[in-house]
Nanobody, 115 residues
Framework: QVQPVESGGGLVQAGGSLRLSCAASGSIFGINDMAWYRQAPGKQRELVASIRSGGITNYADSAKGRFTISRDNAKNTLYLQMNSLKPEDTAVYSC?????????WGRGTQVTVSS
């Protein structure tokens, strides 16, 4: 595995939707834990959502009911569907996973939500 690559960010109006993708360089079939984090300007990085290999998901309170995390092992890709976006969702979104003793972080993709 090398650094994963995120895509799908952009500028969207409040109430809109975006789908983020995180492409891993190798197979994610054996990776148990994968997650999306975000960091807004002047704030600490925070967990947005996580997913285990069995499909168990976990969401930050701010994401519940609006965001959906999923993974496609066949495509080696992690997704984050974001609906009903709010200006406070503006941040750099990064994917993360742990594989065979190493952490892998993407460089992030910017999401900007205008009011």
């Amino acid at each position: 595995q090398v650094q994963p690559v995120e895509s799908g960010g952009g500028l969207v109006q409040a109430g809109g939707s975006l789908r983020l993708s995180c492409a891993a360089s190798g197979s994610i079939f054996g990776i148990n834990d994968m997650a999306w984090y975000r960091q807004a300007p002047g704030k600490q990085r925070e967990l947005v959502a996580s997913i285990r290999s069995g499909g168990i998901t976990n969401y930050a309170d701010s994401a519940k009911g609006r965001f959906t995390i999923s993974r496609d092992n066949a495509k080696n890709t992690l997704y984050l569907q974001m609906n009903s976006l709010k200006p406070e969702d503006t941040a750099v979104y990064s994917c993360w996973y742990w594989d065979r003793g190493s952490d892998y972080w993407g460089r992030g993709t910017q999401v900007t939500v205008s009011s």
